[in-house]
């Protein structure tokens, strides 16, 4: 198993800042679960959502646009249920950093490995689409699932901090995934591909893309025209990838359930786009199954079509 990325260095102070945060962060993580929700609770939601007021407007935009069948009483319900899951989201990023295997396959679970195992047996690798849904850092202890022939792996985007994205590098190895960043991806896939080892990676790819990286609009949550990332279809197409979507559920407080579902086995030949237009129907329906669940504070539609040909007449 390879190591980690690290992709920014820390300077001698940095480096000390990072030894304090983890030596903070530590006897925090190694509380009970039910301590952290009551931080959640009494502590965290009243200051996100109460004082701060933590992107509001964005989310009550995104849910009224998003769902115009429902009153606003619901929504109001909705908008308040995403700011507690938020904020559980936070402490249970934060208790994986101490987390032992043993509890986070109790509290993470997939249904469908003997898809992935077939398809490693067979020596294929996998695309995995999964979205800002549930817990997607709890995603990365999918190894405690399967045995180390198959390479896991997850796609990251670099944080401006170097001090936090070396925090949330090891937090997301911790079960033995590695990290593998936007700029390296290509490189990662050709090198397993020539050692002849399958692996599995992990693209969240419900994001924004910037101006330049729009090449299709899809429709999204009752919003008829939505940028969508093309990118990863293009990587698993041009490396023949099975292509699988993580459907996730809440089952409980702390606990989740996450079944693999088989988009495309062979993705050479699909047509151009039809794997991205397939995810976000999954990943539409998987919203509306429990729409408090999603990233709502995500300002998803801030680019519109009209200013997208503004931008390429500027830009011709």
């Known amino acids: 198993m390879h190591?980690?990325?690290?992709?920014?260095?820390?300077?001698?102070?940095?480096?000390?800042?990072?030894?304090?945060?983890?030596?903070?962060?530590?006897?925090?993580?190694?509380?009970?679960?039910?301590?952290?929700?009551?931080?959640?609770?009494?502590?965290?939601?009243?200051?996100?959502?109460?004082?701060?007021?933590?992107?509001r407007r964005i989310v009550q935009k995104n849910l009224r646009d998003s769902f115009p069948e429902k009153g606003e009483a619901e929504l109001k319900q909705i908008e308040r249920s995403f700011y507690h899951w938020f904020c559980d989201?936070?402490?249970?990023?934060?208790?994986?950093?101490?987390?032992?295997?043993?509890?986070?396959?109790?509290?993470?679970?997939?249904?469908?490995?003997?898809?992935?195992?077939?398809?490693?047996?067979?020596?294929?690798?996998?695309?995995?689409?999964?979205?800002?849904?549930?817990?997607?850092?709890?995603?990365?202890?999918?190894?405690?699932?399967?045995?180390?022939?198959?390479?896991?792996?997850?796609?990251?985007?670099?944080?401006?901090?170097?001090?936090?994205?070396?925090?949330?590098l090891h937090i997301r190895a911790r079960m033995g995934s590695e990290n593998v960043s936007m700029q390296e991806i290509l490189r990662y896939i050709i090198g397993k591909q020539r050692d002849k080892q399958p692996f599995m990676t992990g693209f969240i790819a419900d994001q924004t893309p910037m101006w330049n990286s729009i090449h299709l609009w899809l429709p999204l949550l009752n919003h008829?025209?939505?940028?969508?990332?093309?990118?990863?279809?293009?990587?698993?197409?041009?490396?023949?990838?099975?292509?699988?979507?993580?459907?996730?559920?809440?089952?409980?407080?702390?606990?989740?359930?996450?079944?693999?579902?088989?988009?495309?086995?062979?993705?050479k030949q699909v047509p151009d786009f039809q794997l991205t237009e397939h995810y976000f129907q999954l990943l539409e329906t998987t919203i509306r199954r429990q729409p408090e669940l999603w990233l709502w504070s995500h300002n998803r539609w801030k680019r519109t079509r009209e200013e997208y040909e503004h931008w390429l007449h500027a830009n011709d």
Not at 14 to 40: D, K, N, T
């Open 3 to 55: 190591a980690p990325t690290i992709s920014q260095p820390l300077n001698f102070g940095q480096r000390l800042l990072y030894g304090l945060v983890c030596a903070l962060i530590w006897p925090l993580s190694a509380l009970p679960l039910r301590i952290h929700y009551l931080f959640s609770d009494l502590v965290l939601f009243p200051l996100v959502f109460h004082v701060a007021g933590y992107r």
């Open 89 to 168: 989201y936070i402490v249970e990023t934060i208790k994986l950093f101490s987390m032992s295997r043993r509890e986070m396959r109790r509290r993470m679970t997939f249904e469908g490995t003997e898809l992935v195992e077939r398809l490693a047996a067979e020596g294929r690798s996998i695309g995995l689409y999964l979205g800002h849904y549930c817990n997607w850092e709890w995603v990365s202890s999918m190894p405690v699932w399967f045995d180390q022939t198959l390479a896991m792996s997850q796609v990251y985007h670099v944080l401006e901090s170097p001090v936090m994205d070396h925090l949330m």
């Open 224 to 267: 008829p025209e939505t940028p969508v990332f093309t990118g990863t279809e293009r990587l698993i197409k041009r490396f023949d990838l099975a292509a699988i979507y993580l459907d996730i559920r809440r089952v409980r407080r702390g606990h989740y359930a996450a079944r693999l579902v088989l988009m495309e086995e062979h993705t």
